[in-house]
């Protein structure tokens, strides 16, 4: 089982992606504000999408 994101880290994902950021710099942005992934790994491209693409992301908006 995933641990969850906070809400505030799922709304700064889509705040930056919003501001027109790609994948990979919002992943090093986030790294470099050192705000850990849901599992404290190291956040890629494909984890953003991952949680940009989530079924409970897009039922809430």
């Given at each position: 089982?995933?641990?969850?994101?906070?809400?505030?880290?799922?709304?700064?994902?889509v705040e930056l992606r919003?501001?027109?950021?790609?994948?990979?710099?919002?992943?090093?942005e986030l790294t470099t504000?050192?705000?850990?992934?849901?599992?404290?790994?190291?956040?890629?491209?494909?984890?953003?999408?991952?949680?940009?693409?989530s079924p409970a992301l897009?039922?809430?908006?």
């Open positions: 089982m995933r641990s969850p994101l906070p809400a505030e880290t799922i709304s700064t994902i919003s501001q027109g950021l790609t994948l990979r710099a919002i992943a090093g504000q050192g705000i850990p992934t849901a599992r404290g790994g190291k956040w890629e491209a494909a984890t953003i999408k991952a949680v940009l693409d897009k039922h809430a908006a």
